[in-house]
């Protein structure tokens, strides 16, 4: 039996489209893609909200026709017996009664394939965090998927990740296998107004209130980033006020910062002098577009514009900053925060 959901504000699994926020047309474009037979390349910073919409696709897909759906994360794989063995684990047994083992080897990743294809059912496969293979040890891993996947007639792909140039190289340069063999698709944030009718209309449901302004200010205080947002709304909506306000989101931001302070001197710990100087700097401004800019390098007290291009070369590579179309901000919001109230 199911269990009901106490706080609808989830921050981790999917629950239904009740609990899901907007994303219409981008469902829309995925489940017409795939329909259609175009694979997918799904490109989004972590924390975003992709692995929430791959699952809502799926239940979109789900509904629509008789199909089966898989998701695996191949985040913590470290080489092509690795990927093959998440692999096998998702897939092997969901189609049939029989009972198969693999040894985790190429061979392997042949018969998964065929697996798929031999059950005569239509197949969604999503491999998140897809960058991941061009890690691995072994050469040809991307030429090996690439000449199994583009035989295959019923059976689609969407390939998400959030290194974006990563993803990007993968799919768009011509000297890879992948090369423009998917339609891409960026998920950028839910816009505000579509946000703002979603937390009312749960808070409400719940027999609780928030006030617009209190939505505004915690959807603005992190940017619209979609898991960050969601954690404030998931603690404002268990604290035992009737009515949540501006005040009392503040102090939940607050709460939380306090909270993980070990973790972010934890993270300040892990960088150089100058590389936590240029963090703190991009704390205060919120996001920059020209970081090595005399301009900002002057303001913040930087130093030499060859040692921030360094610093910001190993903090990108450290995955505690991100660049999104030429706007650098940290990738976690909370510390960010917490780096600017320091």
């Known amino acids: 039996m199911k269990q009901a959901v ?14 899901f926020c907007d994303r219409k047309l981008e469902t829309q474009k995925i489940t017409e893609a795939l329909t259609n037979g175009r694979n997918i390349t799904l490109i989004s910073p972590r924390r975003i909200g992709k692995t929430g919409l791959i699952h809502h696709v799926f239940h979109t897909l789900e509904e629509q026709q008789d199909s089966s759906c898989f998701y695996l994360d191949i985040y913590h794989t470290h080489s092509l017996h690795d990927f ?21 080897t190429e061979e392997s990743l042949k018969e998964i394939f065929a697996y798929l294809v031999d059950s005569g059912k239509v197949c969604y496969i999503a491999m998140d965090e897809f960058q991941q293979i061009t890690n691995y040890p072994e050469k040809g891993v991307e030429a090996l998927l690439r000449s199994y996947i583009q035989q295959l007639t019923s059976v689609h792909f969407i390939f998400s990740g959030s290194q974006k140039h990563v993803m990007e190289t993968l799919f768009t340069s011509a000297s890879r296998p992948f090369y423009q063999s998917t339609q891409m698709l960026q998920l950028k944030e839910i816009d505000l107004t579509d946000y703002q009718s979603f937390v ?4 409400e449901k719940g027999k609780k209130a928030i006030t617009t302004g209190a939505i505004d200010w915690a959807y603005q205080i992190v ?7 969601q954690v404030l709304f998931n603690r404002a909506y268990s604290l035992r006020d009737t ?7 503040e102090n939940v931001l607050t709460e939380i910062l306090e909270e993980n302070e070990v973790t972010y001197l934890t993270y300040c710990n892990l960088v150089t002098g100058k590389q936590l100087a240029l963090l703190k700097a991009i704390a205060k401004e919120g996001q920059v577009t020209e970081p090595t800019a005399s301009s900002f390098i002057r303001e913040h007290n930087l130093g030499a514009a060859s040692t921030v291009s360094t610093s910001l070369k190993s903090l990108l590579a450290k995955e505690l900053l991100f660049n999104n179309k030429g706007n650098y901000f940290i990738y976690d919001r909370f510390f960010s925060l917490w780096l600017k109230k320091i």
Not at 6 to 19: A, D, K, W
Not at 243 to 249: C, K, M, N, R
Request: proline share 4%; hydrophobic share 40%; charged share 20%.
């Open 84 to 104: 093959v063995q998440v692999f096998a684990e998702t897939v092997i047994g969901s189609l049939d009664t029989k009972s198969q083992k693999f040894d985790k």
């Open 200 to 203: 009312l209309k749960l808070f």
């Open 6 to 19: 106490v706080n609808p504000f989830l921050l981790t699994g999917y629950e239904g489209p009740e609990y």
């Open 243 to 249: 009515l949540v306000d501006v005040i009392q989101v």
């Open 223 to 229: 940017h619209g980033h979609t898991w960050y947002v």
